[in-house]
Structure formats: structure tokens, C-alpha cells
């Protein structure tokens, strides 16, 4: 009887233990997750959006846009960053790659005598009635320092693509702008604005300089949505 009740009771215990081992591996699974999370290296990715300022134009790009009455300097800018975080101890430091893409003039070419229809003269009856605008398409190595205080510092070098945009259908030539590549550098702080679990808002002040004749200064300010990896 006695022998009878001690088995009975052994194999109670036995099943409660074979039962609670995978509710115990189960309820260690979240804590290896975040501690395999936690060790994994951030990837952040950040979309840009904002207004190119031409702070001090090329003077190729001044002599041709200045002429019309119908004269825009800078306009929309867009962007796209991703960078990684380097295991360094005394500061955070980041490296990356962005693209941008953004408008650095626009005119009227019925103002500027040396634009005209092909096989005529330019003249105040005919003149060409077509807009031409210039935009700017940036690929820059990147590197960043911080965030302290939520405040970056990120530089980077790269090319700078100055693509001319008109109605490719119009019979025209004459003094229009010309594709071109420049070496360029940019050097930009980046203010953390709001701050969540995935990710951040920020707002980017950016200064860029191109090289050579044509090369232009130019002072951007973005809006960025900043997402985690």
C-alpha cells in the first residue's frame, strides 16, 4: 500500500517537471531575443525632405539664369541615407553612403537670346517658350559623429550630377546648360527632434560645395524620418 502511494505520488512529480521544462524554455525565448537584439549592429536608414538653397551660385550658372525675368534659384531637395554603427568606445561614430536629388535653378528660356529654334534667329515674335531647370543628383561617402546631446556631426565627399531638364521635343539650341560631373563635399548637423522606440524625426542643416568652375554652394535644410534595424 505504502508502495503503491509513493509511485503514485513520483509519478505526479515526474509529469509536473516534464511539463514545466518547455512553459521554462519557452519563457526564456523573449529574453533571448532582446539580448540577441541588443547585440546586433543598428542599421539606420533615413528619408530626407526639405528646400536647396543656392547660397552662392557658380558664375557659369549666374551668366545664363540671370538673364530672364523668370529666374528661380534652388528648390525642392530629397534624400536618402543609410548608415551602420562602428563598435567604438569614447563616441558613437557611424559610417554610410546617401543619395540626394535636388533643384538648383530654373529660367525662362524666351528671355535669353541665345537660345532659339533651329534653322531660325532668335527674335521677340519667336522666341522659344520653354522653361529649363537644373537639377543636382548627390552621391556622398558618409561619416558621422554622435548623436551628443542629440546633436550629429556627419561629413562626407563624393560626385555631384548636374542633369538640365527641357521638353526634349522642342527643335531648339543654342546656349543651353550641359550635363556635367563635379567632385563634391558636404558637411551637415543633424538635430534629433523626437525620439521613439524604432527610429527618430530629425532635422538636418547641410552645407554642400562643389568643385570647379562649376561648382556651387549651396545651403539645404531637410526633415528626416530615421528608421532602425
Sequence with gaps: MNISRHFFLSTIAVIVVLHAVPDHAEAQNPFRLKRTKQESVP???TLLAGYNGMSDP???????FENTNLTSLGGLGVGLQGMIDLDTLLVRIRIGAEVTYFRMFRRALYDDRGVHFVGEEWSTEHPVDAIESLW????NALVAFGPVWNLSIILGAGLEY???RIDKDLPITGTLTEPRVIPAAMAAVNLILLEYDHGSIDMQIRGTKGFGDHGNV???SLLGFTFIF
Excluded at 557658380?58 to 545664363?64: G, K, L
Design 43 to 45: 542599421i539606420t536608414v
Design 136 to 139: 543636382g543628383i548627390g552621391a
Design 218 to 220: 549651396q545651403l539645404q
Design 58 to 64: 557658380a558664375e557659369p550658372y549666374q551668366d545664363s
Design 162 to 164: 548636374h542633369a538640365p
